[in-house]
């Protein structure tokens, strides 16, 4: 079963390049991240045509999340649990029973800066994140896969020291990734491949090749799941091609 993962920073922009790669890669899930449009704007007819069930949750040129499965989609989810107040009730996070996995597509607020308010609300809704996972444990195992606009360790970011004082980086986004791997979750990814270098968003001001990049979309795996994957693959050839998004593609294969 192999399940992926790709911030597409517009999918009206990045639709057939998502066509291209799913048929030739064949993700049985694949999630979405910064879609860009509301509901009635994605073009769910060209994932259908390739055989996915597809849900998103968007509302207009801001976020927008997505998942399309060709192994079932059912008890789907659009945001947390509970009462949907601003800014939580943004579209930046979609769930979804597929195959007999829950699988979240998430994109977590970026945090502008330190001292920006929206700094404080990219913590809480990382808090409301792990309580949102909390509440939905001990069921069908869990994979929460997407855009977490944090690089959980210095080995995860090209230049830690620069980065030190910044979104992204700081001990306190980290520590609440931390917090989501002590409900169990595994970051499969690292634990795979614990070399430097290992990155999957660079920014466009700056060439490919000097691979000044970020570990900032992760793979979370709830540990009955973990031992089962087979691979872990981050697409670096699809942010070399023309008109990219930013981020690569990743992607891992169960057992």
């Known amino acids: 079963m192999r399940i992926a993962s790709w911030n597409v920073n517009s999918i009206r922009v990045r639709m057939p390049r998502v066509v ?4 030739r890669h064949r993700p049985d899930v694949l999630t979405l991240q910064e879609t860009r449009c509301s509901d009635t704007d994605f ?15 968007g509302d207009g040129p801001r976020n927008g999340v997505a998942i399309a499965s060709r ?14 107040r ?6 930046r996070l979609v769930g979804a029973v597929c195959g007999g996995i829950r699988v979240h597509s998430v994109y977590v607020p970026n945090g502008r800066a330190l001292d920006d308010t929206h700094y ?3 913590l809480v809704w990382l808090e409301r994140f792990r309580g949102h996972v909390q509440l939905l444990s001990g069921g069908v195992p869990q994979i929460a896969l997407g855009d977490f606009n944090v690089a959980p360790a210095d080995i995860d970011i090209y230049d830690p020291v620069r980065w030190r004082r910044r979104t992204h980086a700081s001990p306190p ?6 917090s989501l791997l002590d409900l169990g979750l595994s970051d499969v990814f690292r634990d795979r491949d614990p070399s430097s270098g290992l990155f999957t968003w660079w920014n466009y001001r700056s060439p490919l090749e000097e691979n000044r990049g970020m570990r900032i979309d992760l793979a979370l795996v709830e540990g009955s799941l973990a031992s089962r994957v087979t691979a872990t693959v981050v697409d670096r ?11 690569a593609p990743i992607w891992l294969d169960l057992d």
């Open 173 to 178: 986004e980290r520590e609440a990734v931390a």
């Open 71 to 84: 192994v079932g989609l059912e008890s789907v989810e659009k945001g947390f649990r509970g009462p949907q």
């Open 86 to 91: 601003g800014p939580y009730r943004e579209p």
């Open 43 to 57: 073009p769910h007819g060209e994932l259908e045509a390739l055989g996915y069930e597809v849900v998103h949750h």
């Open 120 to 122: 404080l609300f990219k």
């Open 237 to 247: 050839s699809e942010r070399a091609s023309d008109r990219p998004s930013d981020h």
């Open 20 to 23: 291209s790669w799913a048929r």
